[in-house]
């Protein structure tokens, strides 16, 4: 067990809908990230928070948003969501994002499938 | 920008046989850290070690070690005495370290090495 918690750890949902996944870091971490994996991609960065604030952009498109609240859970929206989109997201905390030996600790994933 | 290259797509190992799983990098950045993650079947990804750039010494967490070779951008993974249960997708990552705070240094993966280990 990582200690970081994401739930749902699987949705099915249809085309153009919008869906919310949401991660609890590890206790103490302030530093989350969201990821993508799906088969052709492999594993895309989409974007970090650290300590309430976004820290950085990857490959998130922009019917993605997300946000980290003042109790440090984040939550990923997936909106007009299109069959292209069904994936295992990930969520990852660690306690910053730039000192060295911090390591990145992974949840167990969130698998969606848009149909 | 960081690259990381693992080009084993995939490996087979006799059980209690141990196992390298090559990863190599390129990186501009004077300090980073090299990660390994397994992702079994079932789709969580797990931590299995780390190594600095600036250690001088070869990270071992039990049953995995990882040779680092900074000369040649090289972090292999040794797995010894292989288990049924390792056999999973292995992931090489890498980031870049900040000493003030600033940025956003996330990890880069590899497209992994899928591991079987036969009986």
């Known amino acids: 067990d990582s200690g970081v918690t994401q739930t749902p750890k699987h949705l099915i949902t249809a085309t153009g809908q919008r869906v919310t996944l949401r991660c609890s870091p590890r206790s103490g971490d302030l530093s989350v990230y969201w990821y993508q994996q799906s088969l052709d991609q492999g594993l895309q960065f989409l974007i970090q928070y650290y300590n309430g604030e976004e820290r950085a952009k990857g490959n998130i498109l922009e019917r993605f948003s997300a946000q980290q609240f003042p109790d440090l859970h984040s939550e990923l929206n997936l909106s007009s969501l299109e069959l292209g989109d069904s994936a295992l997201y990930f969520c990852?905390?660690?306690?910053?994002?730039?000192?060295?030996?911090?390591?990145?600790?992974f949840g167990e994933g969130s698998w969606l499938t848009v149909v | 920008a960081q690259k990381i290259t693992q080009t084993q797509p995939g490996m087979f190992v006799q059980e209690k046989e141990a196992v390298t799983l090559d990863c190599t990098y390129d990186t501009s950045d004077p300090s980073y850290g090299l990660f390994w993650y397994k992702q079994p079947s079932s789709g969580e990804m797990i931590f299995l070690i780390y190594?600095?750039?600036?250690?001088?010494q070869n990270a071992t967490e039990g049953r995995y070690s990882l040779n680092f070779q900074k000369a040649r951008k090289s972090a292999n993974l040794v797995i010894s005495a292989s288990q049924l249960g390792d056999s999973a997708m292995y992931f090489c990552?890498?980031?870049?370290?900040?000493?003030?705070?600033?940025?956003?240094?996330?990890?880069?993966f590899g497209k992994g090495t899928k591991l079987s280990v036969i009986p």
């Open positions: 990552a890498m980031r870049p370290h900040s000493y003030s705070g600033a940025g956003s240094y996330q990890l880069t």
């Open positions: 990852a905390s660690s306690v910053d994002h730039t000192a060295p030996g911090n390591t990145i600790y």
């Open positions: 190594q600095g750039s600036y250690d001088q």
